[in-house]
């Protein structure tokens, strides 16, 4: 099941007593908060979920036959913790 921001709105309301458009504002802000965070190159850690940051990845030949070289690029990472991996009955490789 996929879950949405909307169903976090829907949680917030119901664990606050708030409205409707306090807890999508409060939504809308934690997931803003986020993205802003990780996006500016910092590292974004969650007690309980896990960790969120930037890594550079270097210029490589590609798989393809005949692809050349793929660029470097930088791309966000997650590790989750491992009060998570528990929770969703998995383990750490």
Same mark, same amino acid.
């Given at each position: 099941?996929?879950?949405?921001?909307?169903?976090m709105?829907?949680?917030?309301?119901?664990?606050?007593?708030?409205?409707?458009?306090?807890?999508?504002?409060?939504?809308?802000?934690?997931?803003?908060?986020?993205?802003?965070?990780?996006a500016?190159?910092?590292?974004?850690?969650?007690?309980? %979920?896990?960790? %969120?940051?930037?890594?550079?990845?270097?210029?490589?030949?590609?798989?393809? *036959?005949?692809?050349g070289?793929? *660029?470097?690029r930088?791309?966000? @990472?997650? @590790?989750s913790?491992?009060?998570?991996?528990?929770?969703?009955?998995?383990?750490?490789?």
């Amino acid at each position: 099941m996929t879950r949405t921001r909307s169903d976090m709105a829907a949680y917030i309301k119901e664990r606050r007593n708030c409205t409707v458009r306090d807890a999508e504002q409060s939504a809308l802000l934690a997931v803003e908060w986020l993205l802003n965070a990780v996006a500016s190159g910092d590292r974004v850690e969650l007690r309980g %979920f896990g960790t %969120f940051h930037i890594v550079d990845v270097p210029a490589r030949r590609s798989n393809l *036959p005949g692809g050349g070289m793929l *660029p470097a690029r930088r791309k966000v @990472r997650f @590790r989750s913790s491992e009060a998570l991996i528990r929770l969703c009955g998995l383990t750490r490789k």
